[in-house]
């Protein structure tokens, strides 16, 4: 399809209030928030992991949603959660809010546990819960009423405007209980039942949830226009043609690969919106927010707590001669501090790791 052809079309189906959004992560980087690989590259830093585990679980692809549940269940992740409310808002979000306001978009979902598109849209003068609604909950996405033509924000993984309901969202997700929520909520938006066609900004497709709903998906109509960012290259092509992390091959629809930012900023003039400047990256404290959990959590836990994580980490992921040798040395330090509650923990561990690796008296 020729370049000039899909832009026409995006706009068209803008200007027809047929076109959703969806976004991930990569639309708040300019905002100085971390891509995944950034922060976690951080965290396993500051847990002083060696290099070849820090290789080991960065290849095993766990994804960030498990890394967040298995901290929220051992550790206060209070500041840690601190990191998704820095940030203003960027060209991405300032351009969803604008639409927003001239009554051009209507649907938002997004996977992105940050304030930022509401940071924007209270920028344009709008209102929650009278300009639009934000469903962040699971009783709240459980109850949205499609048909009454209001401005939705779905924020399918949780917010952390909602810290404890963000808790129980990322356990639900560990342990699949929001399947078929998840399911519903996805439907609607890839199946033409709320919109004809979906613009997806910044998606890793990465989400361990959420792509293999995407991609299996019966019968999927939704026209997708799916923009991946290059700062390099300039690609238009059917959506179906990329092998690699793609849950859209089964879908019609446009991947269009080039500068987000550029993209976004020659749809908003096209739409004669108020200008919209594409700004540098704007510097965040969130290694701050890091440092201050892994502090407060040592006061907490003690000087055994950095292995403890670690070994927690590593054993998800099915290095148990690792998460022994972590777990041994957090044992040493709980007694050494005579914390029986932690010593006990961490024989817990190294014995689910050797009952993995057939050391079956060793475990007892």
């Known amino acids: 399809m020729d370049n000039e052809l899909v832009l026409e079309n995006i706009i068209d189906s803008i200007k027809l209030q047929k076109l959703a959004v969806y976004c991930g992560a ?60 820095e940030g203003s808002p960027n060209s991405n979000h300032l351009f969803l809010a604008r639409l927003v306001k001239t009554g051009l978009l209507k649907i938002i979902y997004t996977t992105n546990f940050d304030l930022l598109i509401e940071k924007a849209l209270e920028l344009e003068g709008l209102m ?11 009783k709240e996405l459980d109850r949205i009423d499609w048909l009454d033509g209001k401005v939705k924000i779905i924020k399918i993984h949780g917010c952390t ?15 699949n209980k929001y399947l078929d929520l998840r399911t ?7 199946s033409s039942k709320v919109c004809n066609s979906v613009l997806v900004l910044g998606y890793s497709c990465s989400d361990f949830d959420l792509v293999p709903i995407i991609a299996s998906a019966e019968n999927p ?66 290694k701050n927010s890091i440092d201050n959990w892994y502090t407060n959590n040592l006061d907490i836990s003690g000087f055994g707590f950095k292995h403890h994580i670690a ?15 972590h777990a041994k040395k957090a044992t040493k330090i709980a007694l050494i501090s005579n914390n029986i509650i932690a010593y ?21």
């Open 221 to 286: 109509s939704s026209e997708i226009y799916f923009v991946e960012h290059s700062s390099k290259n300039f690609l238009f092509e059917p959506v179906s043609l990329k092998l690699e992390k793609n849950p859209f091959k089964n879908y019609k629809g446009q991947r269009i690969i080039q500068n987000t930012d550029l993209f976004i900023a020659n749809l908003n003039n096209t739409l004669n919106l108020q200008h919209l400047e594409v700004k540098d990256i704007t510097e965040t404290s969130w």
């Open 311 to 325: 070994a927690r980490l590593l054993y998800a992921i099915g290095d148990n001669n690792n998460t022994i040798k």
């Open 344 to 364: 006990s923990s961490e024989l817990g561990t190294m014995g689910m790791a050797l009952n993995r690796l057939g050391k079956y008296e060793e475990a007892i």
């Open 184 to 190: 519903e909520l996805l439907t609607q938006i890839f």
């Open 161 to 175: 405007s909602a810290p404890k309901e963000m808790a129980i969202t990322l356990s639900q997700l560990a342990s």
């Open 26 to 85: 990569g639309i708040s980087f300019n905002s100085g928030l971390p891509l995944v690989f950034q922060l976690l590259n951080y965290l396993y830093e500051k847990l002083e992991l060696d290099a070849d585990e820090c290789k080991s679980l960065l290849d095993s692809n766990t994804p960030f949603e498990n890394i967040m549940e298995k901290l929220l269940s051992e550790s206060d992740l209070t500041e840690f959660q601190n990191i998704f409310n």
């Open 128 to 138: 929650a819960d009278k300009d639009y609604k934000v469903y962040k909950t699971e």
